[in-house]
């Protein structure tokens, strides 16, 4: 098997799915990664990038759940309100 370099453009291609490369991939996307500035930066904004996007995602399905409850709950309050009052 021939050694190659992943250059600038494939690193931004592959680094999506990072956890994917195996074997000789992953050895030259570290080697890359450790000798190119630029790639380097790349990576760690797009790490920085999911993590933040994940995170809020994660926040938005939390507070939608929260909300779906509430909203539940003030219904059936206001339907057993209703009927106890009136
Ligand atoms: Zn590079």
Do not use: P
Not at 8 to 19: A, N, P, W
Not at 62 to 67: A, F, M, S, V
């Amino acid at each position: 098997m021939k050694f190659k370099m992943f250059s600038c453009k494939e690193i931004s291609k592959v680094s999506c799915h990072e956890e994917e490369l195996k074997g000789f991939d992953k050895l030259n996307y570290k080697m890359h990664l450790f000798m190119c500035d630029k790639c380097r930066k790349y990576v760690a904004g797009l790490k920085f990038v999911q993590e933040k996007f994940s995170s809020l995602l994660k926040r938005r399905s939390e507070i939608n759940e929260t909300k779906i409850k509430v909203l539940e709950d003030e219904i059936l309050d206001r339907l057993k309100s209703k009927n106890g009052n009136e």
